[in-house]
């Protein structure tokens, strides 16, 4: 009989270990997913804000005030 119920013990013991690991793989396959969505959706809204900022300005900033006159020349000189 003591052997009995320290098979029991046993198969117990091991079928809770087996629940934990079992518990463990789910926590870190969703921890997985969650962190690699979270990267995913910064990296989208960055490039939809970045595309949208870009639309507005298709021609680039406004510094072509700079290249008339002298100092135009200027800054074209030091540039290249």
Known sequence: MQIFVNCICLACIVVILCVFIYLICICFTLYVFVVTYVYLLYYVCIAVLTLDASS?????????????GSFGFLLSISIW
């Open 56 to 68: 507005q300005y298709p021609e680039g900033p406004a510094t072509g005030h700079l290249h008339t």
